[in-house]
């Protein structure tokens, strides 16, 4: 491990901290430690949190908060959090953050990889994450405040800390009572301290503003779908050159003390949590695979500050755009059958974990299998086509050669989400994958009944 690359992540813990427990997970992709400290009863804890930070190389000031925050709880934390472990994971792209930048080595953005798992460094943590079974993890980040379609108007980001949670339709953690109760939680402490926070909002030029994306190749989504833990995103401001010296501690110190206020946050609520381990889906759940913006009833109110008046303006977006409503459900079959051909599919499902066998060749097996009608392809990159119309058929069926993948395991409802050919987050929008869907094709992921 590079000494210029990490000494700063646990130079401010005392003398009366050594004892604390490190573990080294794994390594990145040039061989670097991932390393996980950990705080109070460790892996016997009946209540387990985690924190991650540094995904992205570049993002340096998340780093050193969670760095100050280990520092700061580690003489009392058994005390302060009792029957509670603390995983922290300071750095999880230590090849990015030695060569200062967003991507591994391998120019991977590793919070765009965790449904693929195609870099080192993720399957690392997802690797830790299925072990260690933590029911919350907190994703540090760093944002920046200035984007040009806002600067044309004068304004930048002004919040120092932007918190989400997961908004994938298939995720069922927090209801809406306990969503508002975090937020409120998060926006008063920190208040007290003089920071400001807001739940995360990308404004687009067009003035449509919504939180974040519903896919499920980032850590928030994945990780909380995966492993039924609550993973929440939390974003603190990138200081600008006009904020200086001081302007750097104050993020810090702002994301420590929206770090502490979340420890606090899931301490008080943990039985909630420890109650809602992962479940197993059943055959005929109902998953949704596809889903569309529903317009609010009221329009978005924002603090943004202008860069010309240095003042602080509540500005107003009336096409606000802040849930997904479900237009396609799948219903779980038994199992999905992936032909012998598709190694790369396989690969990916057992980088998940996911349990298979191979098919009996002497036995034939119900199966129901979809012809692409029509659909319109995307314009976009790694994007599933557009109103895809799928006719489906039954047929018993020889399955020689093919992995059998039964639904009926841990996070089976991911199994639909990757294999359904009508799924807006499905494995075939990935060309390099050779799961193309075409129009008058057979798909070649069977569902078994």
């Known amino acids: 491990m590079s000494s210029k690359a990490n000494s700063f992540l646990f130079d401010n813990i005392d003398s009366s901290s050594r004892s604390l427990e490190r573990e080294i997970i794994g390594l990145s992709e040039q061989r670097r430690p991932l390393i996980i400290t950990h705080l109070g009863h460790g892996k016997d804890s009946a209540f387990r949190i985690m924190i991650m930070a540094g995904q992205h190389g570049d993002e340096k000031y998340g780093r050193r908060a969670v760095s100050h925050l280990v520092a700061s709880l580690a003489p009392s934390f058994k005390r302060d959090f009792p029957h509670t472990g603390l995983a922290v994971l300071p750095d999880a792209n230590p090849d990015g953050s030695y060569h200062r930048t967003r991507t591994n080595s391998a120019h991977v953005d590793l919070n765009r990889d965790h449904q693929r798992l195609d870099s080192q460094e993720t399957r690392v943590i997802h690797s830790f994450v299925r072990t260690w079974k933590p029911h919350i993890i907190i994703d540090v980040h760093n944002y920046p405040s200035r984007r040009k379609h806002l600067l044309a108007k004068n304004l930048t980001y002004y919040p120092d800390i932007l918190i989400d949670i997961p908004t994938n339709p298939a995720i069922q953690i927090l209801d809406m009572e306990n969503t508002h109760d ?98 197993v889906p059943s055959t005929g759940d109902r998953i949704p695979i596809c889903s569309r913006r529903k317009l609010a009833e009221h329009p978005l109110h924002m603090k943004f500050k202008n860069v010309v008046t240095e003042t602080v303006t509540d500005t107003v977006f009336y096409n606000y755009k802040p849930e997904l409503e479900v237009t396609k459900y799948a219903k779980l079959p038994r199992a999905y059958a992936v032909p012998p051909d598709k190694k790369k599919i396989t690969e990916i499902l057992h980088r998940h974990g996911f349990s298979s066998c191979l098919s009996d060749p002497k036995k034939t097996a119900l199966v129901e299998y979809h012809v692409i009608d029509s659909l319109k392809p995307s314009s976009r990159e790694n994007r599933a086509p557009l109103r895809i119309s799928v006719v489906s058929r039954k047929e018993s069926r020889m399955l020689d050669g093919y992995n059998i993948f039964p639904t009926i395991q841990k996070g089976g409802q991911c199994l639909a989400l990757f294999l359904e050919p009508e799924s807006r987050y499905g494995l075939h929008r990935y060309s390099e994958l050779d799961l193309t869907i075409l129009p008058n094709s057979a798909y070649p992921i069977l569902r078994v009944l």
């Open 182 to 279: 975090l937020m409120r939680t998060i926006n008063r402490d920190l208040a007290i301290n003089d920071f400001s926070s807001d739940r995360y909002t990308i404004v687009k030029p067009s003035g449509k503003a919504r939180h974040s994306t519903g896919d499920i190749d980032d850590a928030r989504n994945f990780l909380s779908l995966r492993y039924n833990a609550l993973t929440i995103l939390l974003e603190g401001r990138n200081p600008t050159r006009e904020d200086g010296e001081g302007g750097k501690e104050h993020i810090i110190l702002a994301q420590h003390h929206a770090l502490s206020s979340l420890l606090r946050w899931a301490h008080k609520n943990k039985r909630s949590f420890m109650e809602k381990e992962a479940s």
